[in-house]
């Protein structure tokens, strides 16, 4: 009896089997005539007439066979309201309001019936011709206005940024025409740039300004103790040094008690164009001539000072 078995990989050239097993996993000796073939192309194996397939295993007919548990189903539950409920919480909303409508209109007809003429009026006014639901809003500013307040703030700009007298003055003159117009709108702007101005320069004036070249003002001289009065003063009228150098200049003079460095502070408060020189002035004025007043932004009055004190200032030095 021959069986025919598919193609095997040779484990070598001529080489036999040792032993076969079948699907059944059942082991089974073979002859020792079996062989394989160099091509592998088809594999004969000669088994004798006395051998026989062992039998299946009997399997009782009241054995129970296990089957798997089934996969535990999920039930998702949907929790809300149907659309009948939804409908009728609708039509038990509008019962309850038109019995809270009837109840007020029983208790209070005269209340009622005005609501209801209201009502009825809007439900029938001529939406075309009714007049205009009124809106509080303020107005935008005039062009006039927004104009003066643009030119406000650049006065303030540069008086600050550049310590621009011109421009503080202007801000001065406009106060002064404002002074009987409190309810001007541009009376507030000019007010609030002046005191942002002041207090600018009322925290630069702690400040000590940055020492003088003294070699490029005065020949031969090492420091600033070694610069003649004299020098010191043509720095600080002397337009052409620069608006720190004149600080500085104006600072040193705070000391110095004589008739030229006064008269040199004073008119510098007068008609100096930057105002932190002003500023500087006026702290060494101060301290030079005893002058009792505190706003450095004040010509007038130092001026009106000055005139009445000078006479005795200067005889006493």
């Given at each position: 009896?021959?069986?025919?078995?598919?193609?095997?990989?040779?484990?070598?050239?001529?080489q036999k089997f040792d032993s076969l097993r079948y699907s059944d996993n059942e082991a089974a000796t073979p002859p020792a005539s079996v062989?394989?073939?160099?091509?592998?192309?088809?594999?004969?194996?000669?088994?004798?007439?006395?051998?026989?397939?062992?039998?299946?295993?009997?399997?009782?007919?009241?054995?129970?066979?296990?089957?798997?548990?089934?996969?535990?189903?999920?039930?998702?539950?949907?929790?809300?309201?149907?659309?009948?409920?939804?409908?009728?919480?609708?039509?038990?909303?509008?019962?309850?309001?038109?019995?809270?409508?009837?109840?007020?209109?029983?208790?209070?007809?005269?209340?009622?019936?005005?609501?209801?003429?209201?009502?009825?009026?809007?439900?029938?006014?001529?939406?075309?011709?009714?007049?205009?639901?009124?809106?509080?809003?303020?107005?935008?500013?005039?062009?006039?206005?927004?104009?003066?307040?643009?030119?406000?703030?650049?006065?303030?700009?540069?008086?600050?940024?550049?310590?621009?007298?011109?421009?503080?003055?202007?801000?001065?003159?406009?106060?002064?025409?404002?002074?009987?117009?409190?309810?001007?709108?541009?009376?507030?702007?000019?007010?609030?740039?002046?005191?942002?101005?002041?207090?600018?320069?009322?925290?630069?004036?702690?400040?000590?300004?940055?020492?003088?070249?003294?070699?490029?003002?005065?020949?031969?001289?090492?420091?600033?103790?070694?610069?003649?009065?004299?020098?010191?003063?043509?720095?600080?009228?002397?337009?052409?040094?620069?608006?720190?150098?004149?600080e500085r200049a104006a600072y040193l003079l705070a000391n110095v008690n004589t008739p030229p460095a006064q008269k040199a502070l004073f008119?510098?408060i007068q008609d100096d164009p930057n105002l932190q020189v002003v500023v500087q002035a006026f702290s060494s004025f101060r301290k030079s001539?005893?002058?009792?007043?505190?706003?450095?932004?004040?010509?007038?009055?130092?001026?009106?000072?000055?005139?009445?004190?000078?006479?005795?200032?200067?005889?006493?030095?």
């Open positions: 009896m021959a069986h025919q078995l598919p193609p095997r990989r040779p484990t070598g050239n001529g062989g394989v073939p160099d091509d592998m192309t088809g594999l004969v194996v000669e088994l004798p007439d006395s051998f026989e397939r062992p039998a299946a295993p009997m399997v009782p007919p009241d054995a129970q066979i296990p089957h798997p548990a089934p996969a535990p189903q999920v039930v998702q539950v949907k929790r809300g309201f149907s659309g009948f409920g939804v409908f009728c919480m609708a039509i038990f909303a509008q019962l309850l309001l038109i019995g809270g409508l009837g109840t007020a209109a029983y208790f209070y007809p005269d209340e009622a019936s005005k609501v209801l003429d209201k009502a009825a009026q809007y439900l029938n006014a001529d939406t075309e011709n009714a007049a205009p639901e009124v809106v509080h809003w303020t107005p935008p500013e005039p062009e006039s206005t927004l104009g003066a307040r643009i030119q406000i703030l650049e006065l303030e700009d540069r008086a600050i940024v550049r310590g621009d007298r011109t421009a503080f003055s202007e801000l001065q003159r406009q106060a002064k025409l404002l002074e009987s117009d409190s309810a001007n709108p541009i009376y507030d702007a000019v007010h609030a740039s002046l005191v942002r101005v002041r207090q600018l320069y009322q925290v630069s004036a702690q400040n000590t300004p940055p020492q003088l070249d003294a070699q490029a003002i005065f020949p031969g001289a090492e420091a600033e103790p070694d610069l003649p009065t004299a020098s010191v003063i043509q720095v600080l009228r002397d337009r052409r040094h620069t608006a720190h150098s004149r008119n510098t001539t005893g002058y009792p007043g505190h706003d450095c932004f004040d010509s007038e009055a130092v001026e009106s000072w000055w005139y009445q004190n000078a006479p005795k200032i200067l005889g006493q030095n």
